[in-house]
């Protein structure tokens, strides 16, 4: 009697989107290279034959040659086609570097880590990967020392979009293991070809149950455009803001964590001239009378990334790397990694009217006109009757190390603190916010108010002080002629919960558009 135990295997599977077709899952350049590994009723597994070469740094680094050292990619991928529930699924298991064969544009978005958030308890997480919305698309990884709650992971559930994570999950069918779950689901199971359909079928079955909206409902606030109508009018939107320059909410930036210390400078062409970072009106000029006539135009350029040595060490399609906020009836999308995501309507509307009811400040400020922020600082100080500049005016906190912040740009004897900053990303203004309620923090500490005193030259803070006497005003440049600034929809994410934050503390808070030229 043989009674070893089966050897478990590590696999990752993608559920592919339902409108695709078995003989058209791999990409077209490769696809007369594919080669027949296995095959059955169900499965159909291609690979594509290894190449064998040495390694790129056995010559650049130790200048030698050796036939002993060989380096080799396994590119295979295998399809199951199940019926569940009168529906034909398809499901993609890659190995090797075999995920590289298949078309971006065939994956199911979140299919793991929906698997993943409902087979899991909210306390059993190891890592998650999170791309701020509210900031630059800055993409994430924090890990814990141990399995934790998600409570203590450092992210924002109403502006993060949770890209992955990492959990043990205690359910027999994954064995007890670690699951990865993105777009694709990764776990360490005891299953193979001959025994793996059943896990597929309770994978998906997983993929489709709503336990996860309990606890992690906020994972609908953003989701992946998937109508091809909708995409091309997205498309549309961004070419016609593009070819007229409108920059304001859109961008390029580098669509991965990447080791920046390897990368000398960018480039559009492999022979161009490089920078040292991705513009997109430079990105721009590249194309005749500086016009786009098409979304595919931009898929088929490339951004490259060079080395010290002039040696190409990253590429991606030049549509990954653009970055965008877009408004279409009152609907807010924005687009990063190379697809469009939508807003949830009942998301939306709740921080519309959230925005809307933002107090403004009363106070006339003058135009910003072709000045910088702090020529703006020091103009506006001139023309308010009893304030003082603070702009670059730090304040040592008392802290560890010994770190200084700014209590604020401009400060009134009617004990208004106001902030300004250029509302031209979500950047921008969310170090505008981040200033605001650090210098809210530490007003409330005697020792920073006494210091704060002594740079103003007056005793501005009382004794006693509270904290419903001050007013926090975040004023934003703009080109906009309005009474309410015109900010990105995740800006108005981010304030939402940072006004909260500073009304919980006593302060009251106002806003106020500052018209820029």
Not at 279 to 305: D, G
Not at 322 to 345: F, H, L, P, T, V
Request: charged share 30%; glycine share 4%; proline share 2%.
């Amino acid at each position: 009697m043989n009674d070893k135990k089966k050897k478990s295997n590590k696999i990752s599977i993608y559920l592919l989107k339902e409108e695709v077709e078995m003989d058209n899952l791999i990409k077209e350049e490769l696809d007369t290279r594919k080669k027949i590994l296995y095959q059955n009723e169900t499965c159909v597994t291609y690979y594509i034959e290894s190449n064998l070469n040495r390694p790129n740094w056995l010559k650049s680094y130790f200048n030698i040659d050796n036939d002993e050292l060989i380096q080799s990619n396994a590119k295979v991928i295998s399809f199951y086609k199940l019926n569940i529930d009168n529906k034909n699924v398809i499901f993609a298991i890659p190995f090797g570097n075999g995920k590289s064969l298949l078309k971006e544009d065939v994956i199911e978005d979140q299919f793991g880590l929906k698997v993943l958030l409902n087979s899991v308890d909210i306390k059993s997480f190891r890592q998650i990967q999170t791309i701020d919305c509210g900031k630059n698309f800055k993409s994430s990884s924090e890990q814990l020392p141990k399995i934790g709650s998600l409570d203590e992971f450092v992210f924002d559930i109403n502006s993060d979009l949770m890209r992955k994570a990492v959990a043990k999950c205690e359910d027999e069918k994954f064995c007890g293991n670690m699951i990865t779950g993105g777009d694709v689901i990764s776990v360490t199971v005891p299953y193979d070809v001959n025994d793996i359909n059943d896990f597929l079928i309770f994978c998906y079955k997983r993929y489709k149950e709503k336990k996860y909206l309990e606890n992690f409902s906020w994972i609908d606030n953003i989701k992946e455009v998937k109508s091809k109508k909708e995409k091309e009018i997205l498309n549309e939107k961004l070419i016609e803001k593009i070819n007229n320059k409108d920059f304001e909410f859109v961008w390029m930036a580098v669509p991965e964590n990447i080791s920046w210390e390897n990368v000398k400078n960018f480039k559009f062409y492999k022979k161009d001239i490089g920078w040292d970072d991705i513009e997109i009106q430079e990105f721009v000029k590249k194309f005749p009378n500086e016009k786009i006539n098409n979304f595919e135009e931009i898929k088929n350029r490339s951004v490259y990334a060079f080395s010290n040595d002039d040696e190409e060490t990253y590429s991606w399609p030049a549509h990954k790397c653009i970055m965008a906020e877009i408004q279409i009836d009152d609907r807010a999308y924005c687009y990063n990694g190379g697809k469009w995501y939508k807003i949830n309507k009942a998301f939306s509307t709740e921080i519309e009217q959230y925005y809307e009811t933002i107090p403004l400040f009363e106070k006339e400020f003058p135009l910003c006109e072709n000045m910088l922020e702090k020529e703006y600082n020091k103009y506006l100080c001139h023309e308010l009757s009893n304030s003082y500049l603070m702009d670059c005016n730090l304040i040592e906190t008392g802290g560890i190390g010994h770190s200084n912040i700014e209590l604020c740009d401009v400060l009134t004897k009617d004990k208004e603190l106001i902030h300004i900053k250029r509302g031209e990303s979500s950047s921008y203004l969310s170090h505008l916010f981040n200033q605001a309620r650090v210098s809210s923090d530490f007003m409330q500490d005697e020792k920073f108010r006494i210091r704060a005193n002594k740079k103003i030259g007056i005793n501005y803070f009382c004794n006693t002080f509270n904290t419903n006497n001050y007013t926090i005003v975040l004023g934003i440049i703009t080109k906009k002629k309005s009474e309410r600034p015109k900010i990105p929809f995740f800006s108005k994410v981010t304030i939402k919960y940072v006004i909260q934050d500073l009304i919980r503390k006593g302060y009251k808070v106002k806003i106020k558009n500052i018209i820029g030229k």
